[in-house]
């Protein structure tokens, strides 16, 4: 009477442990730079966020002098957008003269810092 085996082998468990090792090895990197893009994503989000508020607040004031905030410095950008900026961000200290666009820069959160410039439109 023959039996028949069941189960898997040393050598077999063996493989498939080596082929997860070369999985995880492989995946741990991919993972750890995801989140260094998903950081750089987020900043450039903000930096979009706040160069479509102040080009919507320029319009808006521009038509109506009471609406909207005025603009004299890239900070000033920060209070034009929705709800205000979260405090993890920064927003560089540069003076915007009425009618001229100057490029700013926000700056994301600690460990993994990034950057992301805007346009800012400067209207009193």
Known sequence: ??????????IELVMI?????????VAVPQYINLQAQANQAAVDGIAGGLGG?????YAGRTLVPANGVPIADCQNVANALAGG?????AI???????????????TG??????TATFPGIGIL
């Open 109 to 114: 959160p600690a460990p993994a810092v990034t």
């Open 53 to 57: 508020a102040s080009a919507i607040n």
């Open 92 to 106: 560089t200290a540069l003076a915007i003269l009425p009618g001229v666009t100057a490029v700013c820069t926000v």
């Open 85 to 89: 900026l979260d405090a993890d961000y």
């Open 17 to 25: 442990i080596v082929i997860l090792g070369i999985l995880a090895a």
């Open 1 to 10: 009477m023959l039996r028949t085996q069941k189960g898997f082998t040393l």
